[in-house]
């Protein structure tokens, strides 16, 4: 019995230790006098989105609504606080004034089993910085404008498949429509490869583009364990194996610079820029540039720009399906400058195009890709105004989706209206009530060519087609909670029709 009774002691005895130590951070916020729900031992205040039931935007935007009028939002990402930054002056702190203090997202960690992860998106700011200050010039408008013809190109091949889906006369989906479309703009104006996404239905590098973004049961639990149990994913490293599509990638970057190298090609691109950096280590500043690290800048220049300018693409035809009015006005714009050069559109033209850029940034405000933008702090910080202080490394979460949904910024946000982007509308709001490629230094760096690229786009599945809701159009929009980026459940598949001229 005395058996019995020790076992039974040492039980009840671990179980409140590891009840303490799940418990033990819950009053972290209490202390501080920063509302917010009350945490869940083992869960935090994430329970549905660790179970994939809810999206963590969904979670941001709820708190966001129920704390509206406080500044600051306290949860628990299972044991570990993190604080969600509601007010717009202190936003404008943590993505611009304060940033050194907020200079990291999260670190690059398990490299040798997520061979990618240390690409710029996650790098901390020792890597980050001169990798940043070096592959900028790539982005810059003179070197967009000399991509731009090979955009164009791409158009081309884009009317060409509409042109044949139209005759067809069945639905189409346009997100992946327009995903092919991005995939072959990124593989020829970035690295100079023809991807063949819109010409081949077999095309390699669309397949790989659908796994990177695929939310498979396999990935989730990846990401469950490198989350919940990190050094469990550590000693998994060895028999975790590298991804398909990582293995692609790498192989193909090795074999595009090897090729360029004993061909002498040079080609003002992002290749180009990562064999200068190779070839100059001294200008990153002690940084060991590896192939790996070379193939994983270039990876998430394809895997970010394509997904999220072709989601973009899609949800502004699905609006403009829904407002046919808007649909006409901003043909008519197209027409009106693209007949002014026989039929095609110089780069100038494009920011020219008053109304349809009104409707792009309307479509980044109802339907932002990135759904919140989250730092972590470098050091001990006190948010502006307020007693409250952060301890090193706590989370900080901007919730863009809900800013961009705010009634009292946007009124009946659900309404998609492109009049909230005239110069007098923008020039009244405050300037982080628009956040669809960030702020600050460590805003999208691609964001420009993002711009160029989807509106290119747009002008040419606009220009000559129309688009209608359908039998198979979605009754109402439900985003996926499992998807990297804002998309729905279901396609948006749209009736496609050639316009009379």
Sequence with gaps: MACYLEIFSALVTVLFVFYYYLTSNFSFWKDRGVPGPKPIPGFGNIKDVMLMREALFDLLTRLYKEHRNEPLVGIFMRRRPAVIVNDLELVKDVLI??????????????????????NLFNLEPKRWRPLR????????????????????????????????????????????????FTTDTIGSC???????AISDEESEFRKMGIEIFATTPWKLFKIFIRDTMPWLYDILG??????????????????????????????????????????????LQDIELTDTLVAAQAF????????????????????????????????EEIKTFTEKHNGSYPYESV???????????????????????????TKEYTFNGTKVSIPKKTTVFIPVYAIHHDPKIYPNPEI??????????????????????????????????????????????LKNYKYEICEKTMKSYVHDPTAFVLGPKSGIYLKI???EN
């Design 97 to 118: 004034k304060d940033f050194p203090t907020f200079a990291t997202r999260l670190e690059a960690r398990h490299e040798k089993i997520d061979v990618f992860s240390p």
């Design 133 to 180: 200050t070096r592959i900028s010039p790539v982005f810059t408008s003179s070197r967009i404008k000399d991509m731009f013809p090979l955009i164009l190109e791409c158009s081309v091949t884009l009317e060409k498949y509409l042109e044949n889906a139209t005759a067809k006369g069945e639905p189409v989906e346009c997100r992946e429509i327009a995903a092919k």
């Design 190 to 196: 970035a690295f100079g490869i023809n991807m063949n």
């Design 238 to 283: 060895g028999v975790i194996k590298v991804s398909t599509s990582d293995k692609f990638f790498t192989d193909v970057i090795a074999d595009t610079i090897k090729y360029r190298k004993e061909n002498n090609i040079v080609r003002p691109d992002f290749v180009n820029l990562l064999m200068e950096l190779k070839n100059e280590p001294e200008k």
């Design 300 to 331: 998430i220049f394809f895997a970010a720009g394509f997904e999220t300018s072709s989601t973009t693409m899609a949800h502004c035809l699905y609006e403009m399906a829904l407002n046919p009015d808007m649909q006409n006005k901003v043909r």
């Design 351 to 377: 920011n020219e195009m008053k109304y349809l850029d009104k409707v792009f940034k309307e479509t980044l405000r109802k339907y932002p890709p990135g759904t919140f933008v989250f730092r972590r702090s």
């Design 416 to 461: 998609f209206d492109p009049e909230r982007f005239t110069e007098d509308a923008i020039a009244a709001r405050h300037s982080m009530a628009y956040l669809p490629f960030g702020d600050g230094p460590r805003n999208c760096i691609g964001a420009r060519f993002a711009v160029y690229q989807t509106k290119a786009g747009l002008i040419t599945m």
């Design 497 to 499: 029709s050639k316009v």
